[in-house]
């Protein structure tokens, strides 16, 4: 097969795959998500469940507000909910259909301590949730593993009704025939033939701008956006680290509006999107520019997630805010080198944040990691980039995405584990 088409089918079915909307934080949900496709293997509503959670599972769904919960928290919560009101036929959105009476309902179950009980899976896979739903002499199983709603496993009464083969560590991103790189992307966002794209990413931009909006407008969780956009101005700077963090506020304080992911998260879907949408709009670019800004700043996300996971001790506001840089680079004109350059900057600044868990701060992390983006994007501009060899920055930028890659997956390691610790103690 010609290179150029194979990477072409690669980058358009990613942003396919890969852009899909949800509502609230994807741990909960797929916590949720997995509650409503075993109440549907069961048959009727359990009397009891178990959820088996992997630590990464665990440590997002702690600290944030479950959707149509009336501001519950946990995996409890999320389980309990999807097993009343959740359709898994939304996947995603598996939330959308709950009614009053459900959560009426999840409230006085959860006073039940029995309802629900949670355990910790021994698991190398990050994201791996193991959802068990009794009732009477019934029993039904639902295994998810890598991706939100990946379904591995179905059992009902003790019998397999569907498995496929699957490995703890996700090697999936090593195993593609074509490999990302930052030259294809570029080559890919500039070339591609406008109606490939534009669908995918025009659902981006309304649903995101949408509960930018509403973070904007209503006090969520610590409302960064809405604070420090009142505090420091409407510049073009602030604005685009706002409209981000806004976006996590409402999403982080419970807000069921959905929002179009990145790598299986939403605040990195907000943050890779949003900076650029404003930039787009504050220059007056045409349409099709921001489409293709869109296509390489998500593209350059999950460039860098595929050699990090889906999750990570490493905060992937920080991946997203690099790719809402190369795209308000690309939006200016910037060359291939400086967009390069605007992505070793930003690494080379902020690549340290943690993530400690899914929690109202995590808006604060994304203003954060985009000012640091804008500051990578006015140096490089400047013919200005911290040069190979100082830390992990190596010469060529496809060289030091590896790098960091390589200190997220597999350095920070033992972090994660601390991280966990410290949260359950």
Known sequence: M???VCNEELYVNSL????????GCTEPIAIAYASAYVRGVLGVIPERIEAHVSGNILKNVKGVIVPKTNGLKGVKAAAVIGMLG???EKGMEVLAD????HISKCAKLLK???ICSVHLLSSRAKLHIILKAYQKDMSALVEIIHKHTNIVRVEK???VIFKKAYEEEDNDHRNQECKMT???IYDFATNVSIEKVEPIIKRQIEYNLSIAREGLNNSYGLSVGKTMLEALGDSPEVEACAYAAAASDARMGGCTMPVVLNSGSGNQGATVSLPVIVYAKRLNCPEEKLIRALALSNLVALYQKAKIGRLSAYCGAVSAACGSGAGIAYLQGASLECIGWTIKNTLANVAGIVCDGAKASCAAKIFSSVQAALLGYKLASRGKVVQGGDGIVHDDIDSTVENYGKLAHDGMYETDQTILELMIS
């Open 98 to 101: 709950v009614k009053p009476e």
């Open 157 to 159: 009464n003790g019998n």
């Open 182 to 184: 930052l030259q294809g």
């Open 16 to 23: 396919r795959q890969e852009l899909i909307p949800a509502m």
């Open 2 to 4: 010609d290179n150029s």
């Open 86 to 88: 959740g359709n898994s």
């Open 112 to 114: 039940n301590k029995d």
